[in-house]
């Protein structure tokens, strides 16, 4: 087996989608719809070498966390929440050498009644879809494309 080499080995879960709901108090709601693909290396290899799946980080895990990262810490920016989701897996799992987080945001608008927007009805818009490439390496520093 010297004579294998890898030379990627990241895996993930592809296109989570969340709708984040932000009670801004009273009856005014704000929303942000992401997709989110989270893709993870780690320093093991013994999942390809040996079929010993131990070390891995189920692409449901994945899944969970994003939507419980949404919970805890809240939805800003598709960069920050990227950021987060990072930091979350490389202090999480001493196994994982690199996070690389994908975040698309579409965009809402309130619905207009009677000339005055709604406190929390939407209406999604293709206006602009904000989006952003998240990486990171156990000690580096994260970079945002």
Not at 5 to 16: A, W
Not at 46 to 65: E, H, M, P, R, V
Not at 81 to 101: I, N, Q, R, Y
Request: aromatic fraction near 8%; hydrophobic fraction near 35%; charge should be positive.
């Amino acid at each position: 087996m010297a004579d294998i080499e890898f030379t990627n080995t990241e895996y993930g879960k592809n296109y989570v989608r969340l709708l984040h709901i932000r009670r801004l108090g009273g009856k005014r709601h704000d929303i942000r719809e992401l997709e989110v693909s989270p893709s993870l290396t780690l320093a093991s290899k013994k999942d390809y070498l040996l079929g010993d799946n131990s070390d891995i980080i189920a692409t449901d895990t994945q899944k969970n966390t994003v939507y419980a990262l949404a919970k805890t810490k809240g939805v800003t920016t598709p960069e920050r929440f990227g950021l987060d989701l990072c930091a979350h897996f490389l202090s999480s799992f001493s196994h994982v050498t690199k996070a690389k987080v994908s975040v698309t945001m579409a965009p809402w608008r309130r619905i207009n009644v009677d000339g005055k927007d709604h406190a929390h009805a939407f209406i999604m818009t293709q206006d602009a879809v904000r989006f952003c490439h998240v990486e990171q390496a156990r000690n580096g520093t994260p970079v945002v494309h």
